[in-house]
T-cell receptor, first 113, second 114 residues
Framework: DADVTQTPRNRITKTGKRIMLECSQT?????MYWYRQDPGLGLRLIYY???????NKGEISDGYSVSRQAQAKFSLSLESAIPNQTALYFC????????????FGQGTRLTVV | GNSVTQMEGPVTLSEEAFLTINCTYT??????LFWYVQYPGEGLQLLLK?????DKGSNKGFEATYRKETTSFHLEKGSVQVSDSAVYFC?????????????FGKGTLLTVNP
């Protein structure tokens, strides 16, 4: 099983719908992140969480919300999806040290029509 | 703020060709530097890293040297294979604790033809 698991892997939804993307990890890390990937823009940080009680906005948090249900679970919600939220979404985890790498899930491809 | 600039792609090479993907960064202090690789349909995975000046990271035939004087971390491989076709991301991390934040370049698509 993968260390970081995202569900669903693919989703098509309609404008205005609420959608939740889920992430779970078995790495035992306190740190979890949600990124968005768009062609030519690289990865941009949406939200990050240092532990269950510590959630922070990233550089593009507008239109998104998150919930850290447990150390191992971090969900991303789009309250009212819009077409420009069509993208590839990645969850990641890490240790807190400067040298630590991040471990990524396989991604969720979201299309808003 | 921190930033990473990597060469724009796409890059197309023939098998066994030499690969260089340039990466430069802007950061204060002494960030850790990373190269991540994204194979088709998959998430990012760490390819190599270097955590202090003059360190060389290496993995799977790829190498990159942390050059503080030129603020660079160029990725190289002497002989690429078709299986190296992927998107490559340069990234930096400014620090640990509450300062931990990965900043990514925009990615470089590499295609290797047989």
């Amino acid at each position: 099983d993968a260390d970081v698991t995202q569900t669903p892997r693919n989703r098509i939804t309609k404008t205005g719908k609420r959608i939740m993307l889920e992430c779970s990890q078995t790495k035992g890390h306190d740190r979890m992140y949600w990124y968005r990937q768009d062609p030519g823009l690289g990865l941009r940080l949406i939200y990050y969480s240092f532990d269950v009680k510590d959630i922070n906005k990233g550089e593009i948090s507008d239109g998104y919300s998150v919930s850290r249900q447990a150390q191992a679970k971090f969900s991303l919600s789009l309250e009212s999806a819009i077409p420009n939220q069509t993208a590839l979404y990645f969850c990641a985890t890490s240790d807190p040290t400067a040298r630590a790498e991040a471990f990524f899930g396989q991604g969720t491809r979201l299309t808003v029509v | 703020g921190n930033s990473v600039t990597q060469m724009e792609g796409p890059v197309t090479l023939s098998e066994e060709a030499f690969l260089t993907i340039n990466c430069t960064y802007t950061a204060t202090g002494y960030p850790s530097l990373f190269w991540y690789v994204q194979y088709p349909g998959e998430g990012l995975q760490l390819l190599l890293k270097a955590t202090k000046a003059d360190d060389k990271g290496s993995n799977k035939g790829f190498e990159a040297t942390y050059r503080k004087e030129t603020t660079s971390f160029h990725l190289e491989k002497g002989s690429v294979q078709v299986s190296d076709s992927a998107v490559y991301f340069c990234a930096l991390n400014q620090g640990g604790g509450s300062n931990y934040k990965l900043t990514f370049g925009k990615g470089t698509l590499l295609t290797v033809n047989p």
